[in-house]
Every structure is written in C-alpha cells, then in structure tokens.
C-alpha cells in the first residue's frame, strides 16, 4: 500500500514500521532490518545534500549509537541505531542521489540493513501511531 505526503510524494505505508524516539523507522524484512528516517525527521531537514553511510562490517553498534549523518542545506544530523546489532548493507543509491531520503523516506530512501542482536527487540518499538502522537504539534501559520 503506497501513500502520499502533503507534497504529492509516493511513499511505501509507515503503518507497517517501527520507530524510535530519534525519527528512526524499522522495516523487519526477514532476518534483516532496513533502516531509515522519518518523513517528519526528512521534512525538518528540509533538502538533504550528502548522506554519510557507514561500512557495512563487524562494528557492533549499541541501540542508540550514531551510526551516519545526513547533511541538509541547513544542517546535519546524527542518524542512530534502533537495535544492537551490525551493518549488513547500505543504500549506496543514496551515494550519487541523497535526495531519495527526501522523496522517499520509507521506501528508496531508506539508509543501512542490520541484523539485530536480538530482533524480537523491535517489538520494543513505537508503532506508527504511538510515534506520530508524539510527534510535536504543527504551528500554525499567521
């Protein structure tokens, strides 16, 4: 099931995602987890220049640890590990087009592949709806 954003975007349904309380989401995809950011993280960003990915290898991340940085016209912020575990894979598309985390943050713009210490762990997660009602509330324009 796709849906749109606000600006017409197609992207995968966050429905079907966890997610942590630094904008991280989680897609359980066998015995991996793809990982990326949310469209709320993406749209505070704004337009995302560089994306830079760690090596997938034998690191062992720590839930919580920083484990890339997206860089924006604005900013950049620290991306960090939803669970322990290791790198498998990175979205090296993201190398040449780091703007697939703006277009489409929950699906071609995802960031890394893990495999989880524990991958029952992700049940420890928010659900989309727990995550979008924390999320803080839209100022409204004057």
Request: glycine share 6%; charged share 30%.
């Amino acid at each position: 099931m796709k849906s749109t954003n606000g600006e017409g975007r197609r992207m995968t349904d966050p429905a079907k995602l966890k997610f942590t309380e630094t904008h991280e989401w989680v897609r359980v995809q066998g015995d991996r987890l793809r990982v990326g950011v949310s469209d709320f993280a993406q749209q505070k960003l704004s337009d995302i220049i560089h994306v830079d990915l760690p090596e997938p290898d034998d690191h062992h991340y720590e839930a919580g640890e920083e484990m890339c940085v997206l860089e924006s016209l604005k900013t950049a912020a620290d991306v960090h590990a939803p669970l322990s575990g290791i790198i498998v894979a990175i979205n090296s598309s993201l190398l040449s087009k780091p703007e697939l985390v703006n277009s489409d943050p929950y699906g071609d713009g995802w960031l890394v592949e893990m495999h989880a210490d524990h991958a029952d762990d992700v049940n420890g997660l928010a659900d989309y709806d727990e995550y979008e009602a924390s999320l803080p509330e839209e100022e409204e324009e004057p």
